[in-house]
C-alpha cells in the first residue's frame, strides 16, 4: 500500500483519488479552499443557483466507468440527462441553427435548414475525424501516450503539422460552419492557428455521443464524489494549501503545506503544476488558457425563452446558458463573453438583440483573474500553442519520479470527459497497491 497525496479537490483530484483508493492506496486529498470541487461547484445567492463551471458534459461512459470503478454505479447516485440540443447558433447576418446531438440525421437536417448541400458539407466534415477518433480513443484517451511505443498513426496524428484553421478552410466553405466548429477552442480562448487540426474530434464525439446534463446542476458531482472519498476512506484535508513537493535524491518524497509535511510515496498533482515550484521548470514552455469574462444573473419576470445554450457570434462573441436554479418567478441565465468586450455584458447581449437589463435583480460579476484566483488557477487547462503543446504537458506521468499529473492541465486536456480520463490514466500508470 502505498501512501499517495493528491493536490487539488477539482474533479481531476476527486476522481484520482477517489480511483487510487480503490486500487487499495492510502489516500490524502489537499485542498486550498474550504470546500471541494473547484470550478465543479455552485455560485448562490438569495435564492439563485448558477453552476460555476460546466453545465453539460460529453462521454457519459467516462463518468460512469469513474462510478463503476470505485464504488455504487452512477445511476444509484445521481441522473445523467441527455440534452437534445447543444448550442444554438445565432450569426450576425440573422441566421441560425439550433445543433441537436447524438445523431448524424438530425445534424445534417438542422445545419441544411442554412442553405441546401450545407448540412452535408458539415456531416461529412464531421465523418473526417472518425478514424481520428478510433486512434485517440484506444492509444491516448484510453491508455497512457508513449510515442516511443505508441502505433505510428498514433504519433502521426499527435505530432502533425495540420492547424484547425486550415482543415476548416479546406474543408468548410461556409464561414458559418466554420464559426461552429471552431467555436468550443475559442470559447475557451485559443487561436484557431495554433490548434491542431485532429482536436476538431470534438465534433464527431458531440454528434455520436452528445452532451448530458445533470438535473439541479452538474455541481451535484462534486458531493457525490465527496461522499465517494469518505465511503473509500480518503483523507481530505480543506483550507491547506500544497507549496511543494519535496524532493530527496530526486524523487518525491512529501508534499509542503503551510501546516508541514506530508510524507508521501506517490503525489499527484491535479492542479496548475505552476503551482508547484519543482514542477515549474517541466512546464515553462506552456501557457494556461485564459477563462473568459463571466457574469451570474439572476432574472425576474418576463425573459426571452432561450434554449439551453444560445451563441451569438461575432466580437465579442457571447454566449447565454439558462439552465441555472432560481426561486417562484425568477430565471437564471450564466452569460459568457469572448473577445472585443469593450462595454457592460449585459449591454452588449442587448446589441444582440437579447435586452433584459429591466429583469437584472441579482448580478455576480466575474473577470477572467478572478476565476483564477478563486480556483487557484484555470480550468481551462494549457493553451493551444502549436503541435508541440501535444509533448510539453504533464500526465499522466511527470519527469519527477513518484509524481503524476492529472486534471485539467494534464494530459489528455480540459473539459470533464478529459479531466476524468486524465484520473483514469493516473491510476493505470500507479497501479494497485
Known sequence: MARVVVVGGG???????ARLAKLGHEVTLVERNPQLGGALSFVEQ???????????TMLPAAVRDLFRKTGRPLDKEIELVWQEVLREHRFEDGSSVALPGGTRAAQLEAVDELGAGLGQEWIDYVAGYADDWELLRRDYLERPWDRDVAPKATTALLTGREMMHKRLKR?????????MAG???????????????????TAYVEQNFGAWTVPGGMARLTAVLGDRLATRKVEVLLSTTAEDVV??????????????????????????PRRLPALVRHVDRTMPAIPPVISYLGLSGDVPELGPEVVFHGD????????????AGGTAWTVLGRGKLAEDIVVALARKKIDIREQVEIRIDRSPRDLVEEWGGSPLGVLWQGRGTVRHRLGPTTPIPNVYAAGAHATPGSGLPFVGLSAALVAQAVGPA
Open 171 to 179: 474543408t468548410l466553405k461556409d464561414e458559418r460552419l466554420r464559426l
Open 247 to 272: 524532493l530527496r535524491d530526486g524523487r518525491a518524497v512529501a508534499v509542503r503545506t503551510h501546516d508541514g509535511d506530508l510524507d508521501a510515496d506517490i503525489v499527484v498533482s491535479a492542479i496548475d
Open 316 to 327: 465579442p462573441t457571447l454566449v447565454v446558458r439558462t439552465g441555472g436554479q432560481a426561486p
Open 46 to 56: 438569495d435564492g439563485f443557483r448558477w453552476d460555476a463551471g460546466p453545465t453539460t
Open 183 to 201: 467555436f468550443p477552442f475559442l470559447l475557451d480562448g485559443h487561436e484557431l492557428r495554433n490548434v491542431p487540426a485532429w482536436l476538431g474530434v
Open 11 to 17: 474533479y481531476g483530484g476527486l476522481a484520482t483519488a
